[in-house]
């Protein structure tokens, strides 16, 4: 392949995602550069050439001139803040694809008020919910439940803005944060209030280029802080691929009943979908229903799919952006994944930045392992250091779910630092 058929590629975003999207971006042949947001996180800094100008929503002029000027032909957009903020509008162009949903399709995850009520008209199964704007009328609709439900900021919250309260002074504490406060900003100032549903979860992931659905692997998210599902809810503690409690007559029901009519509901609103899809789901006794949809890949279920990921991850990005999934095949390794997410000292509340890491190199080294940087960065002597809550997601493929398991263990026993937090009971 010669240059003039490579394509060069931005990625906007910095998480343990980004890592995985990143190295996938850099194994394809047909890459020419790669270009990046973030090279503050150290496993980005090594796959690609840092952007040097701002990255943000008041200045996105400077990042459509940027790409003019390095001729980036795709750009991929990681995180879903600047899906919300109409990245992926304002820098498509004629000569310029970009994978991710435009601004009014992110609204599918921006606002789950809206999400709700998209659901509800397509007859989508869903939990049963009210919305608020007021802190008065939500406590008191709390308490005339018999059971505590389900509590949600209806924005974007970095994925602590759910609840399942244990207690009336939990419930009502997370709506005063919302509705009262300024915990959240912007994402709280409304307030989806849920039945609770019961069963297991699952995260159902697809591609949607406007017309065609295909659907990925399958994983499964620990949301919770710690074993057993006990503590505070997180951005995920860990994943594994694919997801055991989801057979084909299950996925057949989950795409007839919700993938496919949530793309033709947005048909009808005038949306023209074309990214990822994801749907969390919960598998009731009455079968599957929402929990919620992202427009992106989850994190960590992206590190725990992705080293699975055999096909060339820059071929399927152009096929979404064109409309044309219909021609393409993924291919996926057969075998299981799992990934362990360690997270740093006072996570998810206060998280600890600056603790000396140390071990990666050991954990890489393990046959079928790969260490994604999330939080970290580098200190002046070149050391790992904490930057952020989840630090790093240890993945590992084996032949069975029980190999994976062990050795994604193995790799992230290799890795210490000052007060690390890390399940025991991924994929166990």
Sequence with gaps: MNDTTRINVLLIGGGGREHALAKAIADSPKLGRLHITHPQNPGLAKLG????????????????????????????????????????????????????????????EADKVWAKQ??????????????????DRAIAYVESREEPPVLKAAGLAAGKGVVLPSAMDEAVAFLTDCLGGKKFGDAGRKVLIEER?????????????????????TAQDHKRLKD???????????????????????????????LVPTIDALKREGIDYRGVLYAGLMLTPAGPKVLEYNVRFGDPECQAIFPRL????????????????????????ERPSCCVVL????????????????GIP??????????????????????????????????????????????????????SFAGMQMRTDIGG
């Excluded at 995920?236 to 919700?258: C, L, N, Y």
Aim: charged residues 25%; hydrophobic residues 40%.
């Design 362 to 415: 050991d954990a890489e080294a393990i046959d079928d392992v790969v260490v994604y940087h999330a939080g970290t960065a580098l200190d002046e002597k070149g050391n790992f250091v904490t930057n952020g809550g989840r630090v790093l997601s240890v993945v590992a493929v084996g032949d069975t779910p029980k190999a994976a398991n062990t050795k994604a263990y193995e790799a992230a026993s290799k890795i």
């Design 118 to 135: 998209l659901m509800r008209g397509a007859s989508i199964p869903t939990a049963e919910s009210r919305d608020f704007t007021n802190l």
């Design 49 to 108: 050439t840092p952007v040097d100008v701002p990255v943000g929503k008041a200045e996105i002029y400077r990042l459509t001139q940027y790409c003019d000027k390095h001729k980036i032909g795709l750009v991929v957009i990681g995180p879903e803040n600047p899906l919300a903020e109409g990245f992926a509008d304002a820098l498509a162009a004629k000569d310029r694809l970009v994978f991710g949903p435009n601004q009014q399709a992110a609204t599918l």
């Design 228 to 258: 057993n599902d006990d503590g505070p809810n997180t951005g995920g503690m860990g994943a594994f691929s694919p997801s055991t409690r989801i057979d084909d007559r299950t996925m057949d029901i989950v795409q007839r009943e919700i």
């Design 310 to 333: 055999k096909s060339d991850f820059i071929d399927i990005c152009i096929a979404t952006c064109t409309g044309k999934l219909s021609d393409i095949d993924i291919e996926f390794d």
């Design 343 to 358: 997270a740093s000292d006072g996570y998810p509340e206060s998280p600890k930045k600056g603790d000396i890491i140390s």
């Design 197 to 217: 549903l019961s069963g297991p979860e699952v995260s159902v992931l697809s591609l949607v280029d406007g017309r065609n659905i295909y659907v990925l692997e």
